[in-house]
């Protein structure tokens, strides 16, 4: 189950009003391919995409898949000599008397992570710096 779960192809996405801001509005994980799914179909049918000229290059998902490939080959080659440990060697049975739900605290950021997961991170702002149109000045608003 471990190596399902490292070999899983997330990223790690935050949604941002603005980049300088420290807290996010969305944080949640995608699968690429999904995005890239969506993209295609958007692109296909959507007539505001098309006079836009908004167009998905796909070169990047191949880059992208081979960096994850070589991300889970050199984590394997990191965690390889963890496997072969007992895992009833680290097995204490004081951590196993800890009750649930005590040790929790209100404290604790929600999206707290480890400095070395945070640059695996990527931070959007959507619509960062703007003002939100009227709909009467939008020229596009049928097309939503």
Do not use: C
């Not at 959507?46 to 490939?69: F, K």
């Not at 963890?82 to 649930?100: K, L, N």
């Amino acid at each position: 189950v471990t190596n399902t779960v490292t070999t899983l192809p997330t990223i790690k996405v935050q949604l941002k009003r603005r980049l300088q801001y420290k807290s996010s509005a969305l944080s949640l994980n995608i699968r690429p391919n999904k995005v890239m799914q969506a993209g295609a179909w958007l692109v296909n049918t959507s007539t505001l995409y098309q006079e836009q000229g908004i167009t998905l290059d796909e070169n990047w998902m191949t880059s992208v898949q081979s960096e994850m490939a070589t991300d889970i080959h050199s984590n394997r080659n990191t965690n390889g000599s963890d496997d072969q440990t007992d895992p009833d060697d680290d097995w204490s049975e004081d951590e196993a008397e800890i009750p649930a739900g005590v040790t929790d605290s209100m404290l604790t950021s929600p999206d707290f992570v480890d400095d070395s997961e945070r640059h695996e991170i990527y931070n959007f702002a959507p619509a960062g710096g703007n003002r939100p149109l009227s709909i009467f000045r939008d020229q596009y608003y049928r097309n939503q």
